[in-house]
């Protein structure tokens, strides 16, 4: 079903609903303003570089929730872009998404840092060209450029 909601098939509501929820706006808003964690981190690192660099949020993600975070914790104006599974109904690591997004911000691959979480995704950008950055929250194995903190990503984008 999270699969569903996450291509925009079903919205949030309606997952929530199905998982037995009786208000599901509410159980929906009340785990992302109380029960999310957000890295501390980007806001600093993005004050400091978004002017300098094209950020666009790539994600699997419900339309609804991707929307409601962004805007209440106040990330919006860091992206020039925004591109959820959810509104554009494909999921990474689906090469569509991909370009997609290239050709929504008018970028060649080659102009592309794709930073992630998991591997298949960054595999897939990396196929079509696009430069890949492990963000190893996990502790996963990468052959490729790993970072576990936004100074590291701040350091390797430096190089």
Request: proline share 3%; aromatic share 14%.
């Amino acid at each position: 079903m999270f699969t569903k909601a996450g291509n925009g098939s079903l919205s949030s509501d309606a997952f929530l609903t199905l998982l037995g929820y009786e208000n599901p706006q509410y159980c929906m808003e009340d785990y992302l303003m109380h029960y999310l964690t957000l890295d501390k981190e980007f806001i600093g690192f993005a004050e400091k570089y978004f002017r300098k660099y094209d950020f666009v949020l790539l994600s699997n993600d419900v339309s609804e929730w991707s929307a409601f975070i962004t805007e209440y914790y106040q990330r919006n104006q860091y992206f020039m872009d925004k591109i959820v599974s959810g509104d554009v109904k494909c999921r990474m690591p689906d090469d569509k998404i991909f370009q997609l997004t290239l050709e929504r911000i008018k970028k060649q691959p080659s102009e592309c840092i794709f930073i992630d979480n998991s591997v298949k995704n960054l595999d897939a950008a990396e196929k079509l060209g696009i430069k890949p950055i492990l963000f190893n929250r996990d502790n996963v194995t990468y052959a490729g450029t790993i970072v576990n903190t936004f100074a590291e990503l701040e350091a390797v984008l430096l190089c």
